[in-house]
């Protein structure tokens, strides 16, 4: 062999070395870092390291903040995929808390949950007014200051046993959806003025429960302590109302006639209509007032209003028979 080619050979085993060399330090490294990053990974996720130890629970006025503590607690007591701790603040999802949070309390309008590094938890909440009840086919309805059924009323709760609600029993009967926004705004406004407002200007009591004839109607029934009812629409200003109201009262209701009142209807905005029950106990008669004053004596028998109504009634029936029954030749000429 001569000296050319054995250089080359010995300059190929140093190269192979080399190579074997640096294979071996580089899956030694490549060991070494999984290693270090499987260790990261444990001491980050399933150590103490970033276990959530703290939550802090802001902006609650109704709710209790040892409930909210608990329903998050259990949220943390569990595992995502069945292996990672959710009380660990890398795997703890916010949305997932938030979501929880809103589906077990109703009263949540808002709820906003953010991380502090490294073991904390802040839960900002803004609650629902709980202004009034909303009832109907024997279910009664909490019901929010923006006309929304978010929750089944429990008469055994805190919250309604605390609270003097007003209750409005809807006779139409209609399903009330929870969730949904049943009444407007604007209605539960004026529903939440009436009482004081009658009280303050006129003096008159009235209960707390409430009645319309149906939700779409913009009605509002009261009944005074006294035992008579008053018709409001809602679509009226309240102030507007009983001015028309205090002027009636003083000019047209004496004492003998106030202990007689059944009702007195404020839905026409210029007139005010009223009925009396005799001493006997029977309808007697409604009378109509036309801007605060009393208009020409037109008092209208209830059972003659009736009566009037189902004549009209039928003869538009008759009528429309007619119609039909004269067409019918016409049409079978046609055809032929």
Not at 208 to 236: H, L, M, N
Request: overall charge negative; hydrophobic content about 35%; some cysteine.
């Amino acid at each position: 062999m001569s000296k050319q080619q054995h250089h080359w050979a010995k300059k190929k085993k140093i190269e192979k070395h080399q190579k074997e060399q640096y294979n071996f330090l580089k899956t030694t490294f490549f060991v070494f870092l999984i290693m270090f990053l499987m260790i990261v990974f444990y001491v980050l996720i399933f150590s103490s390291v970033l276990k959530i130890a703290n939550i802090r629970v802001i902006g609650l006025s109704g709710l209790g903040n040892s409930e909210i503590q608990r329903s998050v607690e259990e949220y943390l007591s569990t595992r995502s995929f069945f292996v990672f701790p959710r009380n660990n603040l890398l795997v703890f999802q916010k949305k997932a808390v938030e979501d929880q949070l809103k589906e077990d309390f109703k009263k949540i309008r808002h709820v906003s949950v953010s991380k502090i590094f490294p073991d904390s938890v802040k839960i900002e909440i803004s609650e629902r007014d709980l202004l009034l009840l909303l009832c109907s086919r024997d279910e009664c309805f909490m019901i929010d200051e923006e006309g929304r059924a978010y929750k089944k009323a429990d008469f055994e709760s805190k919250n309604i046993k605390e609270n003097d609600l007003i209750q409005v029993f809807d006779l139409s009967e209609k399903e009330i959806s929870e969730g949904s926004y049943v009444l407007k705004k604007e209605y539960c406004d004026f529903v939440m003025s009436i009482k004081e407002e009658l009280h303050k200007k006129m003096g008159i009591v009235i209960s707390q429960k409430y009645e319309t004839s149906s939700r779409i109607a913009d009605e509002v029934i009261v009944k005074t302590s006294e035992g008579w009812k008053i018709y409001f629409d809602s679509q009226a200003p309240i102030d507007e109302s009983l001015r028309f109201f205090e002027t009636f009262f003083e000019k047209e209701i004496d004492q003998e006639k106030r202990s007689n009142l059944e009702y007195v209807d404020l839905r026409a905005r210029s007139k005010i209509f009223y009925k009396l029950v005799g001493e006997d106990g029977q309808d007697s008669e409604q009378q109509q007032v036309v801007d605060g004053e009393v208009s020409e004596q037109e008092v209208v028998s209830i059972e003659a209003v009736k009566q009037e109504a189902v004549i009209v009634e039928q003869e538009t029936k008759v009528s429309d028979k007619k119609k039909k029954e004269t067409n019918i030749p016409k049409e079978k000429e046609s055809s032929e």
